[in-house]
């Protein structure tokens, strides 16, 4: 077919779609081979119509065209197989086993006898391979993004994935154009020519005076429908376009972005076909992912040859990626951690008080237990909603008089009334804006626990600011608001200055939505009169205007993964409209059903998990899902709520705030939000309880504070604690005096006191030099000094419910069939000198590990080694992979570099140059895009991640008379809010804000105490838990690096195996569980501790003094009395 010919079938294919033909569209697709519609087909793979999954794929290739498509076809037929045993179909399992997956056996007879073996098996799941199996949705879900990969890798699908950038209704414009040069032709043409048929050349009729001009396509549609302007936008409104643009504009928003930008493929596994599943690449998850190698090209589990590792050139063999994580797909896949109305939040779990009648609400993005309320007088307050605790209660105030304008000054003199209209966090959650219905914006910034502080008070708007945004153009936190004076601002979060002011909508702005996609950023907006408009950051005009439905007041929000548009409109007649807009078209897509038909206030709504949908109307908290219409359930939270409450969701979707008679606020919580509220309530504020007024705390902070214990009078550069505001409420009660009065350290001193687990030993292994759980939460895995690695898993039982790791179910020391242990490439010198390293991939099939050798990549199902790379010397000293691009892994190296390293094309990237010892540490920040090294040089260095350019350096104050030793180390590790990480070094313990470089908080022992070996957060960042090279381990606060219990090792130890002949070295903390971690001792055994079920948790931390923070505090330190000392 000629080039001509092919370009043709894409405009018909345009032309039916446009025109509603999606079989006939999908039909041609398949025909004529030119393009494989992926939407289609990963909507027929979500739904299981398996014949026209292969009827569709067989347009484009043949099972046994090449190893891509026979893993294609392999994928989609196990998958039919596995369902049909699932639902304990035999007849149909096996009718699939000898029609569909047989033409397999001679390429792999053994593989096709175990899947075979499955029908024998009750539970398919009792296979090894299937044992992480979920459900149905789950796994069609998983296995699509393994075959969207090889498809974008298959040589048959080469040019055609992507749609040609056509404008819209491409063909109507070419016959349009046709016409009117017909028409040109006429020997006598009529001004206005009635076009009835396009089956023969137009001729006007007989002539009828002067010959008129030729109309253009734009002022006589002659097919319906405006032919675009070349450069300009298409309609966003079904009948509404675009308002002309004064300039072009770099990209279109629409259709609102039809020409996604091309990227590299990612590589897949071409390798040999397997009976486990495929894995998901971890790059699908972040949004700011690089375009190019989104996964790791690892070996595939089921290859054991090294030398199919990709190469830069001549091997063409394509590999398996290292991460395995749940993915969200656009628009129609939903998360599989949040599949069933079971676990919407429904249930009543707290029910708070704020004085006055709350008008708007909204959790913190990392904490997400912390609410923050704004009420109708103008009040705002921030909760802990685990423990029922109203940490911040502000009243209205302004806090520059002279610095508002006139007719504000004059209007407050007069009527003193001011109600917060919106109440929102900056994404880091280190700011927080309030917009109030005269005139201000005022933006607070947010040091953790009670400690908020005034940041900016911005005279924004004439009247009311109705409606108050966060955003990041050009890279830069902007401040976005809009107001009753018709205008819509656009400030520096920093300093206030204003940035832009975009004019355009004639009623006030009700709310603005700012979005980004393609990098391309753009705001919309909404107006009491029911227009819609978009902009950008620049003085050019409104480039939408449409109307919305119910026409009054509108607001809009994106689903979490920024794919879907919806917006939550009333009329002033009380009708209210949930709508889905198709983007590129400008029109409703969905509306949803439901809604009470007057309702009585302005309907509030908002979105969650990419799949649900929840406003508040008719006293009840209604929830629709996103891909159906019709109402999917709702909630009366136990009654009490108004006829409109306010809704909030947490980021996760586990808690909704929801707005109550009687000044109440009710949250709502699914089981996991439950259990998050549990944790909590046991952890996270008992030092608010104590006796502590304000009190700083980890998450997150830009000041600095004052040690906590013992380098008060030494460590230069630590700040101290501004005072709190007068408003900030104390929470000193009687009782939490009392209690402050009879504090006491828990000591465990005795095994009664604590569970503990020893686990079971190798006895090949000497000393244990690293230590991590599994990201599943069910297994340990161990790196001992002889370059050993052992893994230790537990089961589901009776006593162990949920397989998990325990201290009170002993695990098994694991190991395949065969036989084979996990051993490094070891270095020539002592190993002892060594150092030990790994990192463990997200999906837990993979670990990547050093002992002073090669570095060595390791299936941690059948303990085989995939390959290995980068031979000393120099030797890798510490393994970090980049969050956001599994290819791309940061290697620390004994000769003081750190080598980013490209696993796709085997090159080292780049070599960062700063430490002048060898690297001990490495975390990367995915919020602040940033990578933080330690090193032997007791030096912490901040890289940008983009450029990998060195952004800040600074030395540890280490204690005078206290040098470090030549072996010792200095370890980072990032806090839950992925701001401020925590430093471990033998001298102390220091929490550090990235941003700046600064030491916030700092602990260290007496001189005459033991170092500290190792240190780790809890898993919820609200613990730390360290350990000392006496066998000690000491359990802190981390809000403020507090000592709270201490572990010595009488509680673990037997009596016959003296603390002096056994050291504890390294602590690794239970991914999902706060108050279990494990230890690693110098005789090669690992330890597993949790709190005893009747307590819950590790000791009580200790209160304040009163006063300062500052000041020396009464926590007893390491070794700090004569009793520690002799307990030494």
Known sequence: MSSLSRELVFLILQFLDEEKFKETVHKLEQESGFFFNMKYFEDEVHNGNWDEVEKYLSGFTKVDDNRYSMKIFFEIRKQKYLEALDKHDRSK??????KDLKVFASFNEELFKEITQLLTLENFRENEQLSKYGDTKSARAIMLVELKKLIEANPLFRDKLQFPNLKNSRLRTLINQSLNWQHQLCKNPRPNPDIKTLFVDHSCGQPNGARAPSPSPASNPLLGGAVPKPGGFPPLGAHVPFQPTPAPVPTPLAGWMSNPPTATHPAVSGGPIGLGGPPI???LKHPRTPPTNPSVDFPSGDSEHPSKRTRPMGNDEVNLPVNVLPVSFPGHAHSQAFNATDDLPKTVARTLNQGSSPMSMDFHP????LLLVGTNVGDIGLWEVGSRERLVQRNFKVWDLSACTIPLQAGLVKEPGVSVNRVIWSPDGSLFGVAYSRHLVQIYSYHGN???????????????VNDLAFSHPNKQLSVITCGDDKLIKVWDAQNGAKQYTFEGHEAPVYSVCPHYKENIQFIFSTALDGKIKAWLYDNLGSRVDYDAPGRWCTT????????????????????????????????VKRTYQGFRKRSLGVVQFDTTKNRFLAAGDDFSVKFWDMDNTQLLTNSDADGGLPASPRIRFNKDGTLLAVSANENGIKILANPEGLRMLRNYENLAFDASRASEAAKPTVNPMSSAVASSAGLTDRVGPVVGLSAMNGDVKPRITEETNDKSKIWKLSEINEPSQCRSLKLPEN???????????????????????NAIHLLWKWQ??????????????????????????????????????????FALSKNDSYVMSASGGKISLFNMMTFKTMTTFMPPPPAATFLAFHPQDNNIIAIGMDDSTIQIYNVRVDEVKSKLKGHSKRITGLAFSNVLNVLVSSGADAQICVWSSDGWEKQKSRFLQLPPGRPPTAQSETRVQFHQDQIHFLVVHETQLAIYEATKLECVKQWAPRESAAPISHATFSCDSQLVYASFLDGTV????????????????????????GSSNVHSLVIAAHPHEPNQFALGLSDGSVHVFEPLESEGKWGVPPPAENGSASSVPTTPLVGGSAQDQAQR
């Open 556 to 587: 809009m929000a994106y689903s979490a993964d920024g794919t879907r548009l919806f917006s939550c409109g009333t009329s002033k007649d009380g009708e209210s409209h949930i709508v889905e807009w198709n983007e590129s078209e400008g029109a």
């Open 93 to 98: 399992a096996v009718e699939i086993l000898v």
């Open 281 to 283: 690449p971890a790059g």
């Open 366 to 369: 990392i904490q997400q237990n």
């Open 763 to 785: 006895l090949r292994v000497t000393k244990i030099s690293r230590l991590i759980y599994t990201n599943s939460g069910a297994a340990i895995l161990a790196l001992a000094s």
């Open 796 to 837: 589901r039982s009776d006593r162990n419910s949920s397989g998990k790791a325990t201290a009170t179910v002993s695990p098994q020391l694991w190991q395949p069939s065969s036989g084979i242990l996990m051993t490094n490439d070891a270095a020539d010198t002592n190993p002892d000198e060594a150092v030990s390293c």
């Open 450 to 464: 009670d400690d908020v502080r005034q940041h900016l008070e911005i005279d924004a708007h004439v009247g009311g």
């Open 1034 to 1057: 000491c359990i802190f606060t981390a809000s403020h690096l507090r000592l709270r219990c201490r572990i010595n090792p009488s509680s673990y130890l037997p009596s016959s195996v």
